[in-house]
């Protein structure tokens, strides 16, 4: 009994009777059409009309929606008028044309529900509004562009969309985790010691980070949706597909080294080395860390503005550590040549290149920024596709 009540709560939980879209759209729909029928000018009903069709849970949906319904309705009353006006046709071949009109027009715009508004204005107009046509197609459209306005108004500032902000939550989540497993791997370069492998844990560690990355691209398709029209070209979607990047190679990198044995702290110049390491790990850890705060900053202020000026001071020092690193591997691979096995050397220096890769991936950290007008003014550059861990190719 207990069990069934539970999953009949979770499934409420996930499937709730009523949702604040809903409540938005019979509050935003119940003025309008309290406006509409006081309002003197005739056929104000279709301002509820226009509400009740065009607003959704999202602010994309609605401009799309609304966008289509405009440009149908002014394909409409544009052929309405020309036709019924213009052309001394038979009406069945008249309206027969005009609909054929509209698909053809409909099909050239991309139009996928707009044509449909067209046709439904000839036919209406023609056959009910034949002695009023040339003004009701008019005051139609007037009611119709009013009702889009108030829809996206509604969209946009009653009960939004938290899709933007959910997401980067979740890209601050992983990053944090990512910068965690960093910081582990730093204190464990730096122990005395072979040091634990704890390959079970490093194994759920990377599935989990994976199916963080997976969860978050798929919230990425819902946060694309209040980007509007042609998010490609938005600041944020540049923005998300900069982090996608980074968050990914990072994975990678840090599920690199927790396929490798733990690092051996033997002579002098291994020591150095693991230490230099450790530094590198632990600035890029500073780095994620920082992103996570600006990138909560950007979610509680609500703006789209974000810029990574701030990141280059650490940047640069992390390029300068990697050059350092760099140097102490061919030290230390000359110094330990003899003394130490071949698959150890190996192991070593994989290690050591997996690092470096972090100061290439600190790179795109720092081009961060979708608020200023040059990026605003230039296309997004394109990323090389690479191959992350769950072998896909990242965009």
Known sequence: MRNATTQTKRRLNQNPWLLRSDLRLAI????????????????????????????????????????QRLLGSLMGVLLLIIFSKSLALPLALAIGMALASTRLLGGMLGLEVGYKVAGNIIVMGWLVHNATETTWGPLRLVWTALGIALSLWA????WPSQAIPDLHRQQGR???????????????????????????RRETERNHLLH????????????????????????????WSQIDWMCSQTVSVVSGMACLPPPIHGPGPLT????????????MEHLLTMLVR???????TGNSAFTAAC??????ALH????????????????????????????LIVRTTLIEQLVVISDGIATMSNASSSERGRKPQPITPTQNMDGQKDD
């Open 174 to 200: 992983l990053m944090q985790v990512i910068a965690e497993e960093l910081s582990w791997e730093a204190s464990r370069l730096k122990q005395e010691g072979t040091g634990s492998n704890r390959s079970q």
């Open 294 to 300: 600006d990138l909560s900053t950007l979610t509680q």
């Open 28 to 67: 935003v729909t119940g003025l309008a059409a309290g406006f509409g029928l006081l309002s003197p000018i005739p056929y104000g009903y279709y301002l509820p009309m226009t509400t009740a069709t065009v607003l959704s849970s999202s602010y994309g949906n609605a401009l799309k929606l609304g966008v």
């Open 311 to 316: 990141l280059h001071k650490t940047v640069t």
């Open 212 to 239: 963080q990355l997976a969860a978050i691209r798929l919230k990425r398709q819902d946060a694309q949706l209040e980007l509007g029209l042609n998010p490609e070209q938005q600041p944020l979607y540049l923005l």
């Open 155 to 158: 969209s946009r500032w009653i």
């Open 272 to 283: 150095q080395l693991h230490h230099q390491e450790a530094e590198v790990l632990q600035l």
């Open 320 to 347: 300068q550590e990697g050059e350092r690193l760099n140097q102490q591997l061919t030290s230390t691979c000359k110094a330990v040549e003899g003394d130490l096995p071949r698959p150890r050397l190996r192991q």
